[in-house]
C-alpha cells in the first residue's frame, strides 16, 4: 500500500432516479494528479435496510489510501433482487464511464462490499454482463463500458443467501435464539421473494452448479466467532463454514481468494479496513 496520505474530498451524487426516487452514491476523490483506481462499496443490511453512511469509516481510509471509492446506495428490500442488481450494475457502468470526472481510471476497478453487501459484491462482479443486471442503459453521451471488476473484497459476506435463510430459521426455532436473527428471514423473503430467488443469485451455489463466472481475485475478511457468517451449513457437500467452503470452491473453479481471519468484536476498524486497502492497491495497479 503506497505510504503516502492523500487529503480527499466528498460529493454526494444522484447517479439514476426511479420514478421520483433519486438513488446517491458519495464519491471520495483523493486530492492529486491521479488517475486513482476507483471502488465501488456496496453496504449491508440483510438486503433490506441501511445506506451508503454505513460505509463511511472504510472509505475515508481507502480515499486516503489513494483510492477513488464510490459508497452506492441502491434499491433493495421488497424491491427486490433484480432491482438491486441493476442499479448496481448500472452504478458501477456510470462510475467507469465518469472516472474522468473523479480523477480516476476505469481499467483499474475494485468492488468491496460488507455482510449483504459483500454478496452483492461478489454476484455483481461474478456477473458483470447478465442481461437482467444490465438492463439499465447508460445516458447518452457517456462512453460505453461494462461492469466488470479486477478485484474484490468482501467484509464477513452473507455469500450463500439460502443457507443464511435456513441457518436463521433453525436458530430462531432453538430453545435460545440469539438476538441478531430479529426478522431476518422475513426480510429475506421480502428481498429474494422465496427460496428459488436466493438459490439463483447465490455466489456459493453458482460454482457448485459449474455456472461459468468471471472470478477476480479475491479477498474474504472474516471475524471470529460469528455465528451469522461463519458456521457449517449442514446441507453443504463438504466440511467446511462456509467462508472455508467458498474458498474452497473458488480456487476449484480456478480463481484466486485469500481470507483473513480477525476478532470479530473489533473488526468494524482499521484492523479490517487497512487489509482492503492494502488488497486493492496489490491488484489495481
Not at 446517491?24 to 445506506?51: E, K, N, Q
Not at 479486477?150 to 435464539?177: E, G, K, T
Not at 426480510?187 to 430467488?197: M, V
Not at 485469500?258 to 486497502?277: C, F, G, Q, R
Request: proline fraction near 8%; aromatic fraction near 10%; glycine fraction near 8%.
Amino acid at each position: 500500500m503506497p505510504a503516502q496520505t492523500y487529503a480527499f474530498t466528498t460529493e454526494d451524487i444522484e447517479y439514476i432516479r426511479h420514478g421520483d426516487k433519486p438513488v446517491m452514491l458519495r464519491v471520495y476523490r483523493p486530492t492529486g494528479d491521479g488517475p486513482f483506481p476507483m471502488i465501488a462499496d456496496l453496504h449491508g443490511g440483510a438486503w433490506s435496510r441501511s445506506d451508503l453512511s454505513d460505509c463511511d469509516a472504510r472509505d475515508r481510509v481507502l480515499a486516503a489510501s489513494g483510492l477513488v471509492v464510490a459508497a452506492m446506495n441502491f434499491r433493495h428490500a421488497n424491491d427486490g433482487y433484480l432491482a438491486c442488481m441493476s442499479d448496481i450494475n448500472y452504478g458501477i457502468r456510470w462510475l467507469k464511464a465518469n472516472a474522468a470526472r473523479f480523477g480516476g481510471d476505469a481499467s483499474k476497478l475494485g468492488v468491496s462490499g460488507t455482510s449483504s453487501g459483500g454478496h452483492l459484491a461478489m454476484l455483481s462482479s461474478m456477473r458483470p454482463h447478465d442481461a437482467r443486471y444490465e438492463s439499465i442503459p447508460l445516458p447518452a453521451g457517456l462512453p460505453a463500458t461494462d461492469a466488470t471488476a479486477q478485484a474484490i473484497v468482501m467484509q464477513w459476506p452473507v455469500i450463500n443467501p439460502i443457507s443464511r435463510y435456513n441457518h436463521a430459521r433453525r436458530l430462531r426455532d432453538s430453545a435460545n435464539p440469539p438476538a441478531w436473527i430479529g426478522d431476518i428471514p422475513e426480510r429475506q423473503e421480502g428481498f429474494w421473494g422465496g427460496a428459488p430467488g436466493m438459490i439463483e443469485g447465490n455466489p456459493m451455489l453458482i460454482l457448485e452448479r459449474g455456472e461459468k463466472v468471471e472470478m477476480p481475485p479475491t479477498l474474504w475478511i472474516q471475524g471470529q466467532p460469528d455465528q451469522t457468517h461463519d458456521y457449517r451449513d449442514p446441507e453443504s457437500p463438504v466440511e467446511l463454514n462456509e467462508p472455508l467452503r467458498f474458498a474452497h470452491n473458488y480456487r476449484k473453479a480456478g480463481g484466486y481468494l485469500e481470507t483473513l481471519y480477525i476478532d470479530n468484536a473489533t473488526k468494524v476498524s482499521e484492523l479490517s479496513h487497512n487489509p482492503t486497502a492494502a488488497f486493492f492497491h496489490r491488484f489495481l495497479k
